[in-house]
């Protein structure tokens, strides 16, 4: 599976959008990248996935460069419950969706 | 709807005594179903996943064993706990779908 790097950390303004970024330079043409977050004492939340395209759904949206090389994740009121470990993970898809291999991910602090 | 129960939300237990978590889920059939550790300060770590019933591959070797006797419970045990097994251990399932944990168990040995 791919690695990806993400920043440490990152905070946001509420009410602001939140925009975490995700590189993933050695992304294969059948790998996806998907999103997960964790609030704290929780289990990982599913957020978003995709392949090439643009995805948008109830929660947030996946931009993905034309290459595919690098993604971002954005939250588009971001709230203080969205305060939250964010994961970036690519795999392969179906396949054995629950390997898995999360990365330290980002922490978002949203501040009032 | 599929939903993931974990039980129990918390556990303490002293050193050399034994361990069993138990996963079900209900709304599918024949789930791919994992158990995920993670250490305080630390990532997420696969420790056994299981694609049927019966069967179990072990990704780190480690003190503990898990057994899916029914097709959607997943069962995390050990005989004989160790101070390092302490930690958040999530269980989660997928069915061609993107993985979806449960509220996980946090174990402290003591």
């Known amino acids: 599976d791919a690695k990806t790097t993400q920043p440490t950390s990152m905070d946001c303004a509420e009410g602001r959008a939140a925009n975490l970024p995700c590189n993933h330079s050695?992304?294969?043409?059948?790998?996806?990248v998907y999103w997960y977050r964790q609030i704290h004492s929780q289990g990982p939340q599913y957020i978003i996935h995709?392949?090439?395209n643009n995805e948008t759904n109830e929660m947030a949206s996946l931009i993905i460069t034309e290459d595919r090389k690098s993604s971002t994740l954005i939250l588009p009121h971001a709230t203080l419950r969205d305060t939250a470990v964010y994961y970036c993970?690519?795999?392969?898809?179906?396949?054995?969706?629950?390997?898995?291999?999360f990365g330290q991910g980002t922490t978002l602090q949203v501040k009032p | 709807s599929q939903t993931i129960h974990q039980w129990p939300a918390t556990l303490v237990q002293p050193v050399g005594s034994p361990l069993s978590l138990e996963c079900t889920v209900e709304?599918?059939?024949?789930?791919?179903l994992y158990w995920y550790r993670q250490a305080a300060g630390r990532g997420l770590q696969l420790l056994f996943y299981?694609?049927?019933?019966?069967?179990i591959s072990s990704e780190v070797p480690q003190n503990l064993s898990a057994s899916r006797p029914q097709d959607r419970q997943f069962i995390l045990s050990s005989k004989k706990l160790l101070l390092s097994d302490s930690g958040f251990y999530l269980c989660?399932?997928?069915?061609?779908?993107?993985?979806?944990f449960g509220n996980g168990t946090r174990l402290t040995v003591t």
């Open positions: 989660a399932w997928a069915d061609n779908s993107p993985l979806h």
């Open positions: 050695t992304i294969s043409g059948n790998e996806y």
């Open positions: 995709g392949l090439k």
């Open positions: 993970i690519v795999r392969v898809y179906p396949g054995n969706t629950g390997k898995l291999i």
């Open positions: 709304g599918t059939s024949n789930p791919n």
């Open positions: 299981s694609v049927g019933i019966g069967q």
